[in-house]
């Protein structure tokens, strides 16, 4: 198998998300408002539901028919089939399983092909609002199938922001909560939508201007990251590094902020421990 995909390869790879992920929405349609089981996994705050299990066998059905000798790493299933293969699906079945709970439409399924570790296509779909976000490589990113262009903000000033918070925050100092309080001040305002995926796709889209968060995983960031790239965004690592998928940690902007946000993390300090009591 050839380890880079050509542009023929990654359009029929994002067909196959897209039939995947709409396979996952149509599971996570009928489950809304519907759930009968809502647990917690390890950490406080982490929820799945019977949607999440439900919406994966419907995705890794599809690019397991498609696509056999592909490697996925899946968030409820784990890694899966042939891991010396560097073509690499992460796959979060539910992205804002928090949100979905409370039916809070902000949720999607997000797909992303990691090849040799660098994203290289992405389909973030919102079964709820029925927003569908595509982009490969070197193809575009399009909302419902027309183009999309991240914004054309140049000051902080007149940004709009995105953050989110770990599930470890209760205990942890890099919780995120000076950062967040830092670009508050600094910005029109800073939102917590609660799907990293959704996040990505709206900076994509150019509703938002600029993303940080830390703690994420593959799944939550693959198919994002794809989307912010190829609507003319950039992606890097807080310090303005290379991205590297595997450290739960990313910048992603329009571009024109890239720098004065990746500065302005450089100058926060962390706020003592937050206890409630
Ligand atoms: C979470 C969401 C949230 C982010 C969390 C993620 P999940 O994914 O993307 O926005 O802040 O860190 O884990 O658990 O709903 O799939
Ligand atoms: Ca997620
Ligand atoms: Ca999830």
Known sequence: MRTTPT??????????????????????QRYWGNLSSIQEKGRSGDLVTEADRASEVAVLAVIKRHLPDHAILAEESGQLGHSDNPLLWAIDPLDGTTNYAHQYPLCAVS????????????VVYN?????????????GATHNRQSIQVSKATQLSNSLLVTGFA??????????????CHFTHLTQGVRRGGSA?????????GCLDGYWERGLSPWD???????????????????????DIYSG????????????????????QPLPQFKPT
């Open 249 to 268: 940690r990313l910048v992603a902007t329009n571009g024109a902020l890239h720098q004065p946000i990746v500065h302005e993390l450089s100058q926060v």
């Open 127 to 139: 079964p709820i609002l029925q927003d569908l976000y595509r982009a490969a490589k070197g193809l």
């Open 7 to 28: 542009p023929e390869d990654l359009q029929r790879f994002l067909e196959i998300a897209t039939e995947a992920a709409l396979a996952g929405g149509a599971v996570l």
């Open 221 to 243: 960031l693959a198919a994002g990251v794809v989307l912010v790239e190829e609507a003319g965004g950039q992606v890097s690592a807080y310090n303005g590094d290379p991205f």
């Open 111 to 122: 797909i992303g092909l990691l090849v040799a570790g660098k994203p290289m296509v992405g």
């Open 167 to 180: 599930y470890d925050r209760r205990e942890t100092i890099d919780n995120n909560y000076a950062e967040f």
């Open 197 to 205: 995926s959704i996040d990505l796709a709206h900076v994509a889209s």
